[in-house]
């Protein structure tokens, strides 16, 4: 299946894209432009891990993120007082 013999000499045989990496698969989410994509709950000495983990979560989305720190308390709805 798929197997290709081109050109001038052609004793080996080619896979072409047969192998390639990365198949689609699954659905896409359709995000609204301030639509939150990822939340995130830590203690405040994991603060700047959780930062740096979301930074680099960035590059693996299409188009621009923004890195939000809340003022509440977890996913309450109640303010922090700190």
């Not at 960035?58 to 308390?73: D, N, P």
Request: hydrophobic residues 35%.
């Amino acid at each position: 299946i798929n197997k290709m013999l081109s050109c001038a000499g052609a004793d080996r045989l080619q896979t072409g894209m047969r192998h390639a990496y990365g198949k689609p698969h699954g659905l896409t989410a359709r995000v609204k432009i301030g639509q939150v994509i990822m939340s995130v709950r830590a203690k405040d000495s994991n603060k700047a891990n959780c930062i740096e983990a979301l930074r680099r979560a960035k590059y693996k989305f299409a188009g621009r993120q923004k890195i939000v720190l809340s003022r509440k308390w977890g996913f309450t709805k109640y303010n922090r007082d700190v």
